[in-house]
């Protein structure tokens, strides 16, 4: 049901938000250097994550297309996208709780690519308006990160291009409370959301769901 995976990569991108802060907290913060120093830092902050949102709805769009295309020309071929996305989520929830950081080196994948993007946002500083903080927030969306290829795989696994957009839509939508909240100098949550206890207590909840998503992957290859 497209509509249970929104809510649940909903609730994963809020957990998650414990890994962005960590991620892109000092990108957020830097940003806000391009920020008039008379305007309101809110509006920036907004259209600066819409953007990053828009670009992940559109990976998952184009991995949920390259899913249904894959699930069509092999046998079994959704079962084995889930199982896939199963154990990226088990690799995940390890990562977020410091357990093991395997992740940074897929993330090492995005690099070229970054390489070239990345130096194109710096046409929109500093930010005549939060509009140009718009098309800042898509280029940076494609920063290389392993929570957000994680999730991706998610998209894969839903072998459909409108599911794919709605988990990475649901997704950066749970990202965004804590996104904003850092970018408005929030920075006692910045600080419990990053304690060990609250990275493990997430890990934990990540590491339930997962092995439930792969218990029900198995079963299904056996029926």
């Not at 305007?39 to 769009?61: E, K």
Request: hydrophobic letters at 50%.
């Amino acid at each position: 049901m497209p509509e249970l995976s929104f809510i649940s990569a909903f609730l994963v991108g809020l957990a998650g938000g414990v890994h962005c802060v960590g991620m892109c907290g000092g990108i957020v913060g830097a940003f806000s250097f391009g920020i008039p120093k008379s305007d309101n830092l809110f509006p920036y902050a907004l259209a600066y994550n819409m953007g990053r949102i828009l670009s992940y709805t559109l990976a998952g769009c184009i991995t949920g297309w390259l899913g249904h295309i894959f699930s069509n020309q092999v046998y079994q071929g959704l079962i084995i996208l889930q199982f896939f996305s199963a154990v990226f989520l088990l690799m995940l929830a390890l990562y977020i709780s410091g357990w093991w950081h395997g992740l940074t080196k897929i993330e090492k994948f995005g690099n070229g690519l970054w390489k070239h993007i990345q130096p194109r946002s710096k046409r929109f500083i500093p930010f005549k308006s939060p509009l140009y903080a718009l098309p800042y927030g898509i280029l940076w969306g494609w920063l290389p990160c392993g929570l957000v290829y994680s999730i991706l795989t998610w998209s894969l696994a839903s072998g459909s291009t409108i599911t794919g957009g709605l988990i990475m839509f649901g997704f950066g939508l749970g990202t965004l409370p804590v996104m904003l909240l850092t970018a408005m100098g929030f920075e006692k949550i910045k600080s419990t959301i990053q304690h060990p206890t609250s990275k493990n207590i997430i890990s934990i909840l990540l590491l339930i769901f997962a092995s439930f998503q792969l218990f029900n992957t198995i079963n299904l290859s056996l029926n």
